[in-house]
């Protein structure tokens, strides 16, 4: 699974446990819900910090928070 696969299925963990949907999440977020749907397409590969960064802020979580999730720490070296 790749780190942007482990982001997106952390987010949507968080969601769903706080019970909420993605445009939710992006009007808590102050980006647009394209932003949010984008990231979640399987066909992008990358996300941007600063959008992690929007998000958590929204969910009123920080980063350290967000990336303390068990799901990072099975990750692969990106560099082979």
């Given amino acids: 699974m790749s780190v942007k696969d482990v982001v997106v299925e952390r987010f949507q963990n968080l969601c769903h446990e706080r019970n909420i949907k993605a445009n939710e999440l992006a009007n808590l977020s102050g980006v647009t819900p394209s932003t949010v ?26 980063l350290a928070e967000f990336f303390s999730g068990s799901e990072f720490d099975a990750l692969e070296q990106e560099i082979k």
């Fill in 37 to 62: 749907y984008s990231m979640m397409d399987s066909a992008r590969r990358d996300v941007s910090i600063v959008t992690i960064k929007k998000l958590c802020d929204g969910l009123e979580i920080n």
